[in-house]
């Protein structure tokens, strides 16, 4: 059966490369992945909400409101035990860092298994209350099934690249019905630099995959209403901005102390134990923080001011406003803390909701709180959507896809002029502080991050040193006389050959100049050894050496090539400014293909 796939798909591959040119051929292909795209997101939606349904509304049991604090566990241990039981092929990983790692260092390779692993996991998480989004799960369901449908057909890096994008966007299109925000998504993280042409096939995959979504899964994630925005709100929302980017700045700072301390934890299932517990006992006590909390930004633009407080254990507060105040301040840091729990103790799900629901919340925060000491007469419902997009801009370093998918999924374009500034404001006072985003940062520390400032570094860091390492070289023992090497010496095509010790160390250099000019003037110098001739390298290389320490290494010695030993100075092999310059042309040219 497989070998017969393998035959239908080859038959295909010849076909259309005869018939159809790559250009047509990727929309073609564009369109698939929407369709698919648009399906994984119907299913993670349906799903999860079914799964809250069934333990909020169907599962009865007179004793069930005790377990509200063991669902985030339960859930958080299921997802963590069906990746242990069930990935054995390939490796599991959530976030965006993946995917923007696939397509730097991995041909654009993302494992297959996370066109439904990621569905399933993030189902189970959110669904049993873990304080997360859906949204970057289905972004990574999408890029694998771009990745996947485009090793497939045997596509070039270029264009699987794209389909890998196409399924990104179209994961989020059909995730909030939002075409263009999946569309720009796409081009502002994974395609920072493009050109026109990218726009056809992730407009077609994005806006294919908010048709299907919509096909499938109905629910309007908010309404909005509004008149638009009055000028002498302006100075408001800079304000709002300011706030959001220091809190964007704690978040970061959060992420990494949260994310240090579960690393500290060796056995996962300890980690889901104290997470599960921990973010249980917020639940509690702030209810907003079950699964994506969605629920209580509508309820806040709908008007409902006491909708945070009304269903916790403090209802019977909901009427006075500096409860409310207190409480909405306390569930925003509860928010930001119990998102990051569930990502650390194993749970799946990403931090796109999380940063609308906290931005939803300063807005109101902002303005209730204006309004209720009388200081201004605000829009409470417009904050809170200039808080969202704010806060999404700020956190992922992403202000166009902050502003177009707030404008988007609730149909404040006529908003615009605030998200505009909130988002930019924001966005460069988290910036000031960080470089790079939660997602970037890994990569950008360990070399492998696509960089748009200084590309010459980026494509060095790109490169790694045991790709360079030329081993065909004929290794001399320092006990070895000349004489008896010399004619291994002659027949081969190196001017210079490494010395080595007893213990297989790396000890110097001998030059066939060196060896020609002894034969010549001493021919009857037959006890000669090769610790005679050798010289010691002027520099000498380690495997894990940088290729920009490399090239500094052979500018201040001003030499061409240089030796490369293991952390036991075993001799290796040698790397040259040849072939590390080949190697830098032929990166460069794959990401000219790459964003042409």
């Known amino acids: 059966m497989y070998e017969k796939l393998l035959i239908s798909i080859d038959a ?31 299913i993670l939606k349906s799903l999860t909400h079914h799964i809250e349904e069934f333990l909020q509304t169907d599962f009865q049991w007179r004793y069930k409101y005790y377990l509200y604090i063991f669902f985030p566990l339960i859930g958080i241990f299921l997802s963590v035990f069906y990746v242990r039981r069930f990935i054995r092929k390939g490796k599991f990983e959530a976030g965006l860092t993946p995917i923007l790692y696939a397509i730097s260092k991995k041909s654009s390779k993302i494992e297959p298994h996370n066109i439904y692993s990621q569905i399933i996991t993030a189902a189970i998480t959110v669904g049993f209350g873990g304080s997360v989004g859906l949204e970057s799960p289905i972004v990574a369901s999408g890029s694998s099934i771009g990745s996947s449908i485009g090793r497939l057909l045997g596509l070039s890096y270029r264009e699987t690249t794209m389909l ?20 720009v998504f796409a081009i502002e993280i994974l395609l920072p630099e493009f050109t026109i042409p990218a726009f056809i096939p992730l407009l077609l995959a994005s806006a294919t995959a908010a048709v299907v979504a919509r096909f499938f899964y109905t629910e309007q994630l908010f309404f909005l209403v509004t008149e638009g925005w009055r000028m002498n709100a ?20 959060a992420y990494y102390a949260i994310k240090h301390f579960f690393a500290k934890i060796n056995h996962p299932y300890k980690k ?3 997470g599960g517990l921990a973010l249980g006992g917020m639940v509690f006590l702030f209810p907003t923080l079950y699964g994506e909390g969605y629920i209580s930004i509508k309820q806040l633009l709908s008007g409902h001011n006491s909708a945070v407080i009304s269903n916790s254990v403090f209802s019977e507060y909901g009427g006075i406003p500096v409860a409310v105040i207190l409480f909405t301040l306390a569930t925003i840091f509860a928010k930001s803390v119990a998102t990051l729990v569930t990502l650390s103790a194993g749970g799946n799900g990403g931090t796109f909701a999380p940063s609308l629901i906290m931005g939803g919340l300063i807005g109101f925060l902002l303005a209730y709180t204006v309004n209720t000491l009388g200081i201004a007469e605000l829009n409470v419902p417009n904050f809170i959507v200039a808080g969202m997009a704010a806060s999404l801009s700020s956190i992922m370093h992403a202000p166009l896809t902050g502003i177009f998918l707030i404008a988007e999924i609730t149909g404040g374009y006529v908003l615009m002029v605030p998200l505009m500034i909130t988002s930019a404001i924001s966005y460069f006072i988290n910036r000031s502080s960080y470089k790079h985003s939660i997602y970037t940062k890994p990569l950008a520390e360990s070399g492998e991050l696509l960089s748009l400032e200084d590309k010459d570094t980026t494509v060095l860091n790109m490169m790694k040193l045991r790709h360079l390492v030329e081993k065909d070289y004929l290794v001399l023992n320092a006990s070895d006389t000349i004489a008896s090497r010399m004619t ?9 050959f490494p010395v080595v010790g007893s213990d297989n160390r790396f000890q110097g250099l001998v030059y066939v100049e060196d060896v020609l000019k002894q034969a010549i003037t001493n021919p009857e110098q037959e006890s000669l050894t090769v610790q005679g ?25 001003n030499v061409w090539l240089l030796p490369v030993l293991d952390d036991q100075a075993h001799f290796l092999g040698f790397v040259s400014k040849t072939a590390i310059f080949n190697k830098y042309r032929a990166m460069l040219r794959r990401q000219a293909d790459y964003l042409s």
């Open 234 to 253: 302006l100075i408001w929302y800079v304000i709002l901005a300011a706030l959001i980017g220091l809190f964007s700045i704690y978040f970061n700072k």
């Open 164 to 183: 890998l994008a196409c399924g990104a966007a179209a994961g989020i299109a059909g995730a909030f019905n939002s075409p263009i925000a999946g569309m």
């Open 12 to 42: 295909i591959n010849r076909y259309r490369q005869t018939k159809i040119s790559n250009r047509n051929f990727l929309i073609l292909a564009a369109l698939l992945v929407g369709v698919l795209a648009g399906l994984a997101a119907a």
């Open 272 to 274: 889901v134990v104290l």
């Open 488 to 496: 291994d010496i002659l027949q081969s095509k190196r001017n210079l």
């Open 533 to 557: 001739l050798m010289q010691s390298a002027p520099k000498v290389l380690l495997l894990t050496d940088t290729l920009q320490s490399v090239l500094e290494k052979m500018e201040q010695k």
